[in-house]
C-alpha cells in the first residue's frame, strides 16, 4: 500500500471517541473565563441592569397572582427558582401544575407550565447576552431572546424526564444513595446543556445541533464546566431540602422575608446563566464541530462503480 493511499486512510478516520469525563485532569484553557471572573461579570452585568431587575419584579409578581387566583397553595419559596436553568425550574413546573390540578391532571398540564416558563427563560437569556455583549440591556435582547424558546421549551421536557428518571433509580438504589443519585442528575443535566439557549440566540443552530454542540462544548478539556455546574447545583438543591427557609409553608400570604429570599434567588439564577453565556461565547470558536461520519469502504467502491 503506497504512503499516499495511507495518510488519505488516516486523514478520513474518524477522530478517537472520548469519554464522558474525559478531559477532566487537563490544564485550565487559556481562553476560559474563570469561573470567579465569570460569575463576577454576569452579576454585575445583569444586576445594574434596570430593565433586568424590573422585568423579573414584575414577572414574579403577576405570576404568584396568577397562580393564587388558579388556586395554588404553596409554597411560596418554590418561585425561586423560576429563573434557573433547566432541570433545576423543573421542580417549579411540576410544583405549580400539581398544586393547582392535583397529581393526577396536574403532571399532563406540566408541560403548559413548562412552555410559560420557557417563554420567561428564553428573553433572561437574551437579555444577558446582551449585557455581556454590550454592556446593557434592550427590549432588542428579549426579542432576540424568543429565538431559545424551542431549544428552551424541549430542555423543560427533558428536564421532567430528568427528575422523574433520578427519582426512580435514587428508589432502586436505596435511601442512601437517593439523595446523592438526584443530586448527581441535576449536575450532569446542567453540565450539558447549560450552554444549549445561548447557542440558539447567537448562532441560529437547530434544536438537535444546539444540543449536540452545548455537549461538545461542556466536554472540552480543561474548561472547568462540570465543576462550575456543581458548586452552582448542589447549594440550591440543598434549598429544595431545607425546612428553615422562608415561604416554604402553605401560605398564599407570604412575609417579606419570603419574597426577599424568591427575588434574591432569581437574581442568582440570572447572574449564573449571564456567567454561563460568557463563559461559552469566549470558546465558542473552539468548540468542535461534529464528527463525519465515515463512509464504508462497500459504499465508496459501489458509488465508484455507479459513476463508471
Not at 154 to 163: F, K, P, T
Not at 204 to 216: E, N
Not at 251 to 263: C, E, G, H, Q, R
Amino acid at each position: 500500500m503506497s504512503a499516499r493511499r495511507q495518510g488519505d486512510r488516516r486523514a478520513s478516520a474518524p477522530p478517537p471517541r472520548r469519554g464522558l469525563l474525559s478531559g477532566m485532569s487537563a490544564p485550565s484553557m487559556d481562553s476560559m473565563p474563570k469561573m470567579r471572573t465569570a460569575f463576577t461579570r454576569g452579576l454585575a452585568g445583569t444586576w445594574s441592569s434596570p430593565l433586568i431587575v424590573g422585568s423579573l419584579l414584575v414577572w414574579l409578581f403577576i405570576e404568584w397572582l396568577v397562580v393564587v387566583a388558579l388556586g395554588y397553595p404553596g409554597p411560596f419559596a418554590l418561585l425561586a427558582h423560576v429563573s434557573a436553568p433547566t432541570p433545576l425550574s423543573t421542580f417549579t413546573d411540576l410544583s405549580l401544575s400539581t398544586g393547582v390540578l392535583g397529581v393526577r391532571r396536574g403532571l399532563l398540564f406540566v408541560f403548559g407550565t413548562a412552555a410559560v416558563h420557557a417563554l420567561w427563560f428564553s428573553v433572561l437569556v437574551g437579555l444577558a447576552i446582551e449585557t455581556i455583549e454590550s454592556g446593557t440591556a434592550s427590549r432588542w435582547g428579549a426579542v432576540r431572546g424568543l429565538r431559545a424558546f424551542p431549544v428552551v421549551f424541549s430542555l423543560h421536557v427533558i428536564g421532567v424526564a430528568v427528575v422523574f428518571a433520578a427519582q426512580i433509580v435514587a428508589a432502586i438504589g436505596g435511601t442512601g444513595l437517593a439523595l446523592i443519585i438526584q443530586m448527581a442528575a441535576l449536575v450532569v443535566a446542567t453540565w450539558v446543556f447549560a450552554s444549549a439557549p445561548v447557542i440558539a440566540v447567537t448562532e441560529h443552530r437547530r434544536l438537535m445541533d444546539c444540543l449536540r454542540r452545548s455537549i461538545r462544548a461542556a466536554r472540552m478539556p480543561g474548561s472547568g464546566n462540570l465543576t462550575f455546574a456543581a458548586i452552582y447545583v448542589v447549594p440550591i438543591f440543598a434549598t429544595f431540602l431545607s425546612p428553615g427557609l422562608p415561604g416554604v409553608l402553605l401560605d398564599v400570604n407570604p412575609p417579606y422575608a419570603a419574597w426577599i429570599y424568591v427575588v434574591l434567588m432569581n437574581l442568582l439564577h440570572v447572574a449564573i446563566v449571564a456567567a454561563f453565556a460568557l463563559r461559552y461565547l469566549a470558546v465558542a470558536g473552539e468548540v468542535p464541530d461534529a464528527p463525519v461520519r465515515a463512509v464504508p469502504s462497500r459504499e465508496r467502491a459501489s458509488g465508484r462503480v455507479g459513476k463508471r
